[in-house]
């Protein structure tokens, strides 16, 4: 039994999501509203996202991004939960999860923004769960790459500067 609550009190200081913070607030609910009523039906949403020391080839979402799809319609780079216990349809599904993973809009990297543009990336979300320890916002507010579109108690959307009209 000792051994039992050992390794519970052990697994749960490992997880990298051992928070209480809620994936979804009233924030996010309401960027998903703007988000529906106003983008494109064809965006393809960047999503956080992070892995686990132990499964670093799967991506998970690290804030409301991953309802996207469910509460907006719209495309997310963050596969949902159940993703990784399906067959995919396009067989390169999870490959170009990892690869957008990878490649995070930071200010200055060249390669990482054509990557996300040639994956069809039109905007970046930045959830509550996210601000402070996900994208950095504050450098992306001064990227020419990216202006900001929608912006509310610690939500932000951004749009890539290339998106077709």
């Not at 990892?98 to 200055?108: E, F, I, M, T, Y």
Request: charged content about 15%; hydrophobic content about 40%.
């Amino acid at each position: 039994m000792t051994c039992l609550l050992f390794a519970l009190a052990s697994g749960l200081s490992l997880s990298p999501v051992n928070d209480r913070t809620p994936y979804i607030a009233t924030a996010d609910m309401e960027a998903f509203a703007w988000m529906r009523d106003n983008l494109p039906a064809d965006s393809y949403v960047l999503s956080g996202s992070f892995t686990f020391p132990w499964s670093p080839n799967q991506i998970l979402g690290s804030d409301a991004g991953l309802w996207l799809p469910l509460t907006t319609g719209l495309r997310s780079s963050v596969p949902p939960i159940s993703a990784y216990n399906e067959n995919p349809i396009d067989p390169a599904y999870f490959t170009e999860v990892q690869a957008l993973a990878a490649a995070r809009p930071d200010p200055g990297n060249e390669a990482n923004w054509q990557t996300l543009k040639a994956a069809g990336i039109t905007d970046i979300y930045v959830g509550t769960r996210s601000a402070g320890d996900g994208f950095d916002i504050e450098g992306l507010l001064t990227d020419p790459h990216v202006h900001l579109i929608f912006h509310r108690d610690g939500v932000s959307l951004l749009e890539i500067s290339s998106r077709k009209s």
